[in-house]
């Protein structure tokens, strides 16, 4: 088993996963001002939480989109670990061929994911990582990165809406039981919820007429539980997609050090 810690701009998801399967995923908030200590007690709890010696951990990998605290998250679980720490960054070998503009620009989260999707599912793929920012990753028919979409998140949406509009008040995301809401709670939960699919839907029916041909379609991130039932594509939910990304480029460059 190795610790994957994907850290994203609201939650940092760390979790216990090897080949036959995922042990544990838990959240703890993203908090920029927080020590290399602290991420390092969190990272001890979860471990001693669900029974877990460090010295039963074979390594760890971190993916970050807050570089401020990326080097904070690999000394920590170092720290718990006596083991060194991978972080995916340029010049880990990953198997993606990125044919992007920027290649060096395209989020270690992204690479993860699309890593897992062209494993363990048919291309071509449009993957959606529904987080603090929404994103679309598309991998063509040859299994390549060919580029993507990024829009706003669920959260900063309502965080949005509520923010700027006095009379309206946050509220919790459940899916009311119908499209046209009767009172205000309900009409911005429709409002966001519904929005969101339809974007999921307009994106995904507009991708694959680029690509001329049909996707498969995969969803993970801590809100696609949320969206994915509401909306009218096929879409697979796989809430490991980023977990089981990190595994595999964890094994290719544990092999590439073993040779050496």
Do not use: W
């Not at 971190?62 to 904070?72: A, E, G, H, L, N």
């Not at 395209?106 to 920012?133: C, E, K, M, R």
């Not at 009172?183 to 680029?210: F, H, K, P």
Request: hydrophobic share 40%.
């Amino acid at each position: 088993m190795i610790i994957a810690i994907d850290i994203g701009n609201t939650h940092i998801v760390i979790g216990g996963i090897d080949r036959d399967r995922t042990y544990f995923i838990e959240r703890v908030s993203t908090v920029r001002t927080r020590t290399e200590l602290e991420y390092a007690v969190d990272i001890k709890n979860v471990l001693d939480i669900y029974g877990i010696r460090p010295d039963e951990v074979e390594g760890g990998i971190v993916c970050s989109v807050v570089p401020q605290i990326t080097d904070i998250l690999k000394y920590a679980a170092e720290k718990i670990l006596h083991r060194e720490v991978m972080v995916v960054r340029p010049g880990l070998k990953t198997g993606l061929n990125i044919l992007i503009d920027f290649p060096d620009q395209l989020g270690s989260d992204l690479v993860a994911g699309a890593v897992a999707g062209i494993v363990h599912y048919p291309v071509p793929q449009i993957i959606f990582d529904l987080g603090t920012a929404s994103t679309a990753s598309v991998i063509d028919a040859k299994k390549n990165y060919i580029g993507g979409l990024i829009y706003p998140g669920i959260m900063v949406s309502l965080e949005a809406l509520t923010g700027h509009a006095s009379q309206l008040q946050g509220v919790s995301l459940e899916n009311p039981g119908r499209i046209i809401g009767k009172n205000t709670v309900e009409c911005m939960q429709s409002g966001i919820l519904n929005s969101n699919a339809a974007i999921i839907d307009g994106i995904v029916s507009r991708v694959e007429e680029e690509l001329g041909q049909k996707a498969t379609v995969i969803a993970t991130g801590g809100l696609a539980r949320k969206v994915v039932p509401m909306c009218r594509s096929k879409i697979l939910l796989d809430e490991e997609l980023l977990l089981k990304g990190m595994l595999i480029i964890y094994e290719k460059n544990k092999r590439r050090s073993a040779k050496n």
